[in-house]
Structures are given as structure tokens and as C-alpha cells.
């Protein structure tokens, strides 16, 4: 099925074989539409205003904005706004849900909602509780709130616990963090456990970094990138256009995905509207479609073709790495027919592959989901890193290993110190601020944040943003786990499903905040890129409303818990102050020490390698051998439900969505019409008896979705996609053990048709 012409080059994907829907170019002119409907619609000047304020973009982590202005990157580029960024502003300014909504509404009634639905109420606008044996949210003041919040947060450290999800500033995650660990808790979960944590645990093994190694500048020179299990079409859109620019100056491009996606084949970008937006730019030079979690075979793979065509840089190993004889000869013992089937890709578009990144100069590695969300995810990074020592890509101009980040500032969160694995600089400066050491009791990441819960461990949760209950899997886990825990404070800008079925056992508050640009003064966001973004106060838009801002509500919480230990926390309710403490306690982040003075936006010390020494002990790199994945999928027997068709299921993104908050029905790049979709291979369809449109029953281990319409795409056979966060319901968590990251891009499933 694969097709090669003459130049050994690929002349379409393997799997291309898409359904009518699907469009022939990612991008294009529904962008533009999409720009046009809401800049032009009642709500364009709000629109407008916000996407020219000096603010970072609130969506993904590519960053975008800042200083600058609102559509000016890093490098000063102009016309840098995607339309995601749109769709995020949008979503914030809309009106505040209508007062008498939550006292008319039972909370049973609120749970019928769907994300889209509970996004749609409005902006949330004045604090509210739920009680106990009530039936309604109701309004709660400011006073009670932190009456129950002070007693809540002096029970024992261990059962005390928070939540965080990437968009809140970095001067909210270090006072979040230092508020907790003052109380003598390190139970710091965050959603970079479900996502990017892999890449974190694997890189700062090997490089002493935890972060990417590549500045958009240094991007900008490679001559081949290399995108594993990471979307950025839908995602990442503003990735894009760099990859557009690579390939125009001759550069090559390999995407590995089990799913053609139609944008990394071709992408009209409104960026480029004379040479690209209408008939697309070529995006894939070489398009591999492995079997979901398949990848580190995949690259031990590329890794014994680099050898068999004498393409490993054996001088650069000798002298910056250690380990990698091991990884060498791991590569040189691994059976070409194990590789091959454990992968599903052919030795020849192995080897196509290798022969790019082995004959490139500059190569840059970068991933995304479909390789930490996986059982050896770890492994997966380590097999990618592995790679690019073994090509001399690290360390250097125009190369290297490039985690592509989620949240728009999932990345400060960890560099503020919002993880359960903390820097020992960090941890060393804390305990120093403290004149204490820290709790040596290590932290609930957020995988065991929730078993801990469910063992009725914790007595209260403080949730700065994120969706807690949406993005976990086993949604009927969840919320049991979250059921058991007396007190939930939630601070959120926005409802959602979370706030209606992750109830705590006593009280659960819901307490209203400011977003990015509406915060009364300058905050800070990083970059996956490393690159620190400064923020201008804004004002925002909801009129006699009771809204906070997360660091005066938690500076004003730890206040009254801590007194003027070991800070004077109301005065960081002027966050210069706290920019001062990161300046003074996070390595790297010196210049936040006169960025109130120079406005100078800066890119973090030490993480941008191009030269190669790493920041371990020796000074070098280290290789990690990594064994090949065993992926057998269960007979439809053990589902204990008869026959039928087992898949290795990805749960993933729709293209109009932002993680567990749905903006509009179906996805039309993927031809999928409404979100209670399965997109799968026809030929797995037809060999068991299923057509396009059937509607069946999709099985996993923790409970079933009905009434899925089949919708056939270009799907490697045996994989198949769905939409999170409505599949979370039907499959219990299986984690990587060192990260703690469920295997959402692998889920098993059994597909029948319905009865
Ligand atoms: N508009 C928008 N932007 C976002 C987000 C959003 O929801 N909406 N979310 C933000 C966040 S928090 C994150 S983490 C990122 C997520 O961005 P991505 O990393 O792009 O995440 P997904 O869309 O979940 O999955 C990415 C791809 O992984 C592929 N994949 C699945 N399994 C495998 C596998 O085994 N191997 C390989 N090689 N590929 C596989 C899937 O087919 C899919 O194309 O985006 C951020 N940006
Ligand atoms: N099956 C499956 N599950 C997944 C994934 C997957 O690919 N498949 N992906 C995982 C990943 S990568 C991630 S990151 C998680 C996402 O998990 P979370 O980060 O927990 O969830 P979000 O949906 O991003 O949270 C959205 C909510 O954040 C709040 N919010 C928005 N802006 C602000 C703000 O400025 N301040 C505050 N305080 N609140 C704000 C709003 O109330 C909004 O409803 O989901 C994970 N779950
Ligand atoms: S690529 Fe990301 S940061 Fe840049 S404008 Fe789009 S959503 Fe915002
Ligand atoms: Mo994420």
C-alpha cells in the first residue's frame, strides 16, 4: 500500500485513504471565514481589542504575543495570530452566565449539560458554593469562603492537596506552590502529569534539562524536523508556518502518526495567502504511520538503519555522551523482523528515514502526544533523544530535541516549581526562604492525587484552573475519587464539567476569576520555548461582577494561614514582589529581576543547548537503552460482550476544541461530522461486517459509548480515533510508571455494531 516513486521518495501517506468529507488541504480559507465571522460579529471590537493587547496568547504554548503586541513573535515576526487564539479570546468574552442560571438549575439538571453546553453559560461572574445535601450552587461571600478555606487547609499536609491546569501566570503557580509547601505538603498535581511529564522525567535524564533544547530561532535553521505524535495543524497552528518556511528553503520533513492528518500533509496558511492559503504548501517529505505506541521500535528502527548505512556520528558519541555503546548495540542486535512487525511500518520507509536525518545537517526531534501519552512513554523519549545524539543533533545551531507543550504556560508552571519532581536548586532555595526543609513526603501527582482521593486520603483540593474531573480517565473514577474529599475550591474563569459532576463531599467552591488579559496588573507566562513572555494589565469586560485575582486570592489564603511566614504574603498581591522571590529562587530566571524596570522579554538561561554540554555531572549526555514495546491487543472475549472487532483506540483532540472544553460539533479536517464519532479503516469495517455510518457500540474497560457512527479515514487498520474528554468514561487509567501519564493514544477497545 505504501507508494514510493522512482526517487524513493513517497508520493502520498500509506494509509491515505480518506472519506469524502475530508478536505484536500489543512488550513485554508475556513480560517479566514472563521476570522471573519467573529471579528466582524458583535463581539469584533471586544475581539479586536483584546488580540492587539500586549498579552500572551491564552492557548497553546508556542507563544504568541507579549510585548511585542499581540501578533509579533519571539522574533519579531508579524501576522503571528492563529485562529485558535481567536476561538480562546471569544470563548472569554462573552457575557456573564445569567444571574438567576444556578439558582434555577438543580445541580442534577447542570449535569445533563455537555462541555460545549456548560462553556456556553457564560463567564462566571461571583463566587458560589454548593453545600452538602443541597440541590443548588448558591452565592457565598468572600468572607465564608476563606473562613472554609482556612479550616480546610489546616488539616494534616499530607491529605491537603492542589490541582493546577497551565493557564494561570507564573506569579499565581509560585505562590500556589509556596503555599502549599509551607503548609508542609509537596501534593502539587498538575495537568502536565496527563500530558508532557514523559518528556520532562526522559530529557532530564539524559540532558540534565527538562525542557526543549530548540529556540524558535534555532528551529528556523534546521534542514529536517522530524514531528512524532503531535498535531500542530489543529494545535500548535502557528508550528505551522514554520514548517511551511522550512520546506520552501529545501528542508525535510518526516510526521509520524498513525492518522494521516490532512494539515501536516498540506496546509494553507493565511499567513502566506498568495502562495499557500488556497492550494496549500506541502508540509510531509516522508509520512510514516506506525501502530499506536509503537514508537520506540519504530525508532530503534531508523536507529539500525543509521548503522547498516554507516550514518551514527561515532566521534560525537565518544566524546559528549556516555551510554551509548549499550544504545548502539541494542540497535545492532534488534531483529529487523521484530522491528518491522511491532511498528507496522516497512523496513524501506524505515530506511527512507534514516537516510533523511542521517544525511541532514541540522536535524530538530519534535513530539507531542501521541508519544507521552503511552504506556513506555518515557521510552519513547528516551528512543527519540537516543536518536538525535546518535546523528549529533544536540547541542548545536538548528537542532535538537523540541517537546512541543501544551497549555500556554504549562511550561512556567514546572519552572515555578509545581511538580512533584522538584529541582534540587529549587527545593535547596526554598528550604533556605523557609529556614526549614522541606516535607520529605513525596507528592500526589495527578494520578495519584486521584487514587488517594478514592482511598479517602485527602480532606481538601485547591484546583488553580483545568478540569480535573474531564481530563482524567474513568470519568465515573473520578468523580467517586473526588466525592470522597470534604472540601473542592475551584478558581476558574469559565463552567465546566468539572464544576458540575467533581463535587466534594461538604463543600465545593467555585470562585471566579480574571484571565490573562483582563488581570489588574503585568503577569508573566514561558513559553515552550523558553522564551518569557510579560504580559500588559487589562480590564475586563463583565460589568457588577465579584471576580479575583488568583494571586490576591491566594496570597490573601496563605495570609491567613501562614501569617507573614516566611513572606509578607499580602504584599505579593503586588506581583513585582513576587517577581522579585522568582528572580532570587528560580535558576534561569534572574532577569525577572528588573522586567518591571526594562519590559525586557527574555528567553530562560541555560535551556537553549547549542553547543554540546549538558547540565549533568560529567557534562555529558546520556543514552538510555530502550526495549521494544509488547503490544498484543485482548481478544473481543475478554471484554466479556461477545464478538467484534478489537482496536488500539487514540483519544485525542477535535479540531474545534480546547482540551476538555468543547467549542463546536465534529471535526471537518477528519470528515467527522458531530463528536459521538469512531474514524477508523475501512478495510477493518468491512472484514467485520460494519459499514460507513453504522452505528455501534464502543467497549473499553471501564464502560461503553452507544450509538458511535462509524466514520472511515485515513487510519492506519487496527487504530482508530475518538473524542476526549466524552470516551474518558469507557477505559481505566494504565500509567507509565516513572512519569505517571495514562496511556490515553492506546487504548484498547471492542467495536460491535449496535443492537
Ligand atoms: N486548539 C487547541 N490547541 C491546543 C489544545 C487543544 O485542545 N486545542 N491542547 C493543548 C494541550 S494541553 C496539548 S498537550 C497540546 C496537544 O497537542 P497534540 O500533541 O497535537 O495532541 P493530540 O491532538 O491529542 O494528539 C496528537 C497526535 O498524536 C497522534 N498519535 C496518536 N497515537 C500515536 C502514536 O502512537 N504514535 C504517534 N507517533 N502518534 C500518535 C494522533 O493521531 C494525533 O494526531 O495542544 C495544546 N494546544
Ligand atoms: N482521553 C484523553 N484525556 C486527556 C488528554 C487526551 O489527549 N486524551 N489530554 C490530557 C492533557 S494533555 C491535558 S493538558 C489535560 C487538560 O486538563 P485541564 O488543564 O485540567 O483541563 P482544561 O480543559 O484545559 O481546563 C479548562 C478550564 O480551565 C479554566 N480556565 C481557563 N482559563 C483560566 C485562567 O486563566 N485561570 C483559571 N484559574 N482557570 C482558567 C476554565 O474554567 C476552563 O473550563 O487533559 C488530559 N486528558
Ligand atoms: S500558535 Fe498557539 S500561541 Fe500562537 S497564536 Fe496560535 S494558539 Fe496562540
Ligand atoms: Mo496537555
Not at 504568541?64 to 485562529?83: S, V
Not at 539524559?206 to 500542530?232: H, I
Request: proline share 5%.
Amino acid at each position: 500500500m505504501s507508494s514510493e516513486n522512482s526517487h524513493g521518495s513517497q508520493s502520498s501517506p500509506p494509509f491515505a485513504q480518506k472519506n469524502a468529507e475530508t478536505p484536500e488541504i489543512g488550513g485554508g480559507l475556513p480560517v479566514i471565514q472563521y476570522w471573519a465571522e467573529h471579528t466582524l460579529s458583535l463581539e469584533g471590537y471586544k475581539l479586536w481589542k483584546t488580540l492587539f493587547h500586549k498579552s500572551a496568547c491564552l492557548s497553546c504554548s508556542w507563544g504568541t504575543g507579549g510585548q511585542k503586541g499581540g501578533f509579533t513573535n519571539e522574533a519579531g515576526e508579524k501576522l503571528q495570530r492563529c485562529m485558535k487564539s481567536v476561538e480562546a479570546i471569544s470563548a472569554e468574552i462573552k457575557p456573564a452566565v445569567p444571574k438567576q442560571l444556578f439558582a434555577q438549575q438543580t445541580i442534577q439538571q447542570l449535569q445533563q449539560l455537555s462541555s460545549m453546553q456548560a462553556d456556553r453559560l457564560g463567564r462566571l461572574s461571583v463566587p458560589m458554593i454548593l453545600r452538602a445535601g443541597k440541590s443548588h450552587y448558591e452565592r457565598i461571600s468572600w468572607e465564608e469562603i476563606y473562613e472554609i478555606a482556612v479550616a480546610a487547609f489546616r488539616q494534616p499536609p499530607e491529605r491537603v492537596a492542589s490541582y493546577s491546569s497551565g493557564r494561570a501566570s507564573n506569579e499565581a503557580a509560585y505562590v500556589l506552590q509556596l503555599l502549599i509547601r509551607t503548609l508542609g505538603s509537596n501534593n502539587l498535581a498538575d495537568c502536565s502529569d496527563l500530558c508532557h511529564a514523559p518528556s520532562t522525567t526522559g530529557l532530564k535524564q539524559m540532558f540534565g534539562t527538562r525542557t526543549s533544547v530548540v529556540s524558535l530561532e534555532n528551529l528556523k535553521q534546521a534542514d529536517c524536523v522530524v514531528l512524532a505524535g503531535g498535531n500542530p495543524a489543529y494545535n500548535q497552528p502557528r508550528l505551522m508556518n514554520e514548517l511551511i518556511q522550512l520546506r520552501e528553503r529545501g528542508a525535510r520533513i518526516i510526521v509520524i502518526n498513525p492518522i494521516m492528518e490532512i494539515g501536516l500533509v498540506k496546509f494553507g496558511s493565511p499567513a502566506f495567502p498568495l502562495k499557500s492559503l488556497l492550494t496549500g504548501s506541502e508540509i510531509a517529505s516522508l509520512y510514516l504511520q506506525p501502530i499506536p505506541g509503537s514508537d520506540t521500535a519504530l525508532f530503534v528502527g531508523i536507529q539500525k538503519a543509521l548503522l547498516q548505512q554507516n550514518l551514527v556520528k561515532t566521534d560525537y558519541l565518544q566524546a559528549y555522551t556516555e551510554n551509548w555503546e549499550a544504545v548502539l548495540t541494542q540497535a545492532r542486535s534488534a531483529d529487523w523482523q521484530k522491528i518491522t512487525e511491532t511498528c507496522g511500518v516497512s523496513q524501506a520507509e524505515i530506511e527512507a528515514a534514516a537516510q533523511m536525518i542521517g544525511t541532514s545537517e541540522r536535524v530538530v526531534f519534535g513530539w507531542g502526544m501521541g508519544i507521552t501519552q503511552q504506556q513506555n512513554s518515557v521510552d519513547n523519549v528516551f528512543a527519540i533523544a537516543n536518536t538525535a545524539l546518535m546523528t549529533g543533533n544536540v547541542g548545536k545551531v538548528g537542532a535538537g530535541v523540541m517537546p512541543i507543550r501544551g497549555h500556554s504556560n504549562v511550561q512556567g508552571f514546572g519552572s515555578m516549581g509545581v511538580t512533584v519532581e522538584l529541582r534540587p536548586e529549587i527545593q535547596q532555595a526554598l528550604e533556605q526562604l523557609l529556614g526549614r526543609p522541606l516535607s520529605p513526603v513525596k507528592g500526589y501527582h495527578t494520578r495519584h492525587l486521584i487514587e488517594a482521593a478514592a482511598a479517602g486520603k485527602v480532606d481538601t483540593l485547591l484546583c488553580l484552573g483545568g478540569n480535573l474531573y474531564g481530563a482524567n480517565p474513568d470519568s465515573t473514577q473520578a468523580k467517586q475519587a473526588l466525592g470522597q474529599i470534604d472540601t473542592i475550591i475551584y478558581l476558574a474563569t469559565k463552567p465546566n464539567l468539572g464544576h458540575f459532576h467533581g463535587l466534594a463531599k461538604q463543600n465545593t467552591i467555585v470562585i471566579p476569576v480574571l484571565n490573562r488579559f483582563e488581570q489588574p496588573y503585568k503577569t508573566t507566562t514561558e513559553s515552550g520555548n523558553n522564551f518569557v513572555r510579560l504580559s500588559d494589565a487589562g480590564e475586563t469586560h463583565l460589568q457588577a461582577a465579584d471576580l479575583i485575582p488568583e494571586v490576591e486570592f491566594l496570597t490573601e489564603l496563605a495570609a491567613r494561614l501562614h501569617g507573614e511566614y516566611p513572606v509578607n504574603w499580602r504584599q505579593l498581591q503586588n506581583p513585582q514582589y513576587i517577581r522579585q522571590l522568582i528572580a532570587q529562587t528560580i535558576p534561569g530566571y534572574e532577569k525577572m529581576a528588573t522586567i518591571d524596570q526594562t519590559q525586557a522579554e527574555f528567553t530562560i538561561g541555560g535551556r537553549i543547548l547549542t553547543e554540546p554540554k549538558f547540565s549533568t555531572p560529567s557534562g555529558k549526555a546520556t543514552l538510555f537503552t530502550t526495549p521494544l514495546p509488547e503490544l498484543e491487543l485482548p481478544q473481543p472475549e475478554s471484554f466479556g460482550a461477545g464478538a467484534g472487532l478489537v482496536l488500539a483506540l487514540i483519544t485525542a483532540r477535535s479540531y474545534s476544541q480546547h482540551n476538555t472544553v468543547v467549542y463546536k460539533n465534529g471535526d471537518q479536517y477528519r470528515g467527522m461530522p458531530h463528536r459521538n464519532c469512531i474514524l477508523l479503516n475501512r478495510l477493518d469495517a468491512e472484514s467485520s461486517g460494519l459499514q460507513e455510518h453504522q452505528r455501534v457500540t464502543v467497549q473499553g474497560d471501564a464502560g461503553k459509548l452507544e450509538q458511535v457512527e462509524v466514520i472511515y479515514g485515513a487510519v492506519r487498520p487496527g487504530a482508530a480515533l475518538m473524542f476526549y474528554p466524552e470516551v474518558n468514561v469507557i477505559f481505566k487509567a494504565r500509567t507509565e510508571t516513572r512519569s505517571g501519564t495514562p496511556a490515553y493514544k492506546r487504548v484498547p477497545v471492542l467495536v460491535q455494531a449496535a443492537q
